[in-house]
T-cell receptor, first 111, second 113 residues
Framework: DAGITQSPRYKITETGRQVTLMCHQTWSHSYMFWYRQDLGHGLRLIYY???????DKGEVPDGYVVSRSKTENFPLTLESATRSQTSVYFC??????????FGPGTRLTVL | AQSVSQHNHHVILSEAASLELGCNYSYGGTVNLFWYVQYPGQHLQLLLK??????LVKGIKGFEAEFIKSKFSFNLRKPSVQWSDTAEYFC???????????FGTGTRLTVIP
């Protein structure tokens, strides 16, 4: 089915471990985004990508790494997870100048 | 600093009451404006958007929003809320030239049957 999917939906990990969150969209949207949602902060942009092989930092990029080798995929990696990275992570995509659509989210807990 | 402000953090209403949620932004120039809704345990869904034209925008489920440029506001309204409107509502701004959205902190709406 067309749309934007995220995996895993839930993840529990330990401090210091590497974690990768996956995002896949079937619309061939050029733009993709990663946000984190925390109480009292709304959604904050971590990284975004305007096209394959083009990525840029958002508001809160520290501790995260992204890549975009294919238009449809935009994985987010926490190289060494910290407790402060416990959050709900949303991936989103849009065509240039159009509405942004969100994935179902990944709830990450870092112990 | 540039920002998006939603001053109502938690609103509690009875069914059939009227709703107005405030959204103010501080970005200059032309902006695109959005309201998203997040039902409990779900992802964000678009309620309505304003790009240009008529400043009164109608969205899904009976929601509407009015863009008042002079006040830098984009308030969300619904004349009669239902229990199923219980959700968190986010205002978002896309300044012209920016690739991403800037979100407010959200307003949690609880509708009591």
């Amino acid at each position: 089915d067309a749309g934007i999917t995220q995996s895993p939906r839930y993840k529990i990990t330990e401090t210091g471990r590497q974690v990768t969150l996956m995002c896949h969209q079937t619309w061939s949207h050029s733009y993709m985004f990663w946000y984190r949602q925390d109480l009292g902060h709304g959604l904050r942009l971590i990284y975004y990508s305007a096209a394959a092989d083009i990525t840029d930092k958002g508001e809160v990029p520290d501790g995260y790494v992204v890549s975009r080798s294919k238009t449809e995929n935009f994985p987010l990696t926490l190289e060494s997870a910290t407790r402060s990275q416990t959050s709900v992570y949303f991936c989103a995509s849009n065509a240039q100048g159009d509405t942004q659509y969100f994935g179902p989210g990944t709830r990450l807990t870092v112990l | 600093a540039q920002s998006v402000s939603q001053h109502n953090h938690h609103v509690i209403l009875s069914e059939a009451a009227s709703l107005e949620l405030g959204c103010n932004y501080s970005y200059g120039g032309t902006v695109n404006l959005f309201w998203y809704v997040q039902y409990p345990g779900q992802h964000l869904q678009l309620l309505l958007k304003y790009f240009s034209g008529d400043p009164l925008v109608k969205g899904i489920k009976g929601f509407e929003a009015e863009f008042i440029k002079s006040k830098f506001s984009f308030n969300l309204r619904k004349p009669s809320v239902q229990w199923s409107d219980t959700a968190e509502y986010f205002c978002a701004v896309n300044p012209t030239g920016a690739n991403n959205l800037f979100f407010g902190t959200g307003t949690r709406l609880t509708v009591i049957p």
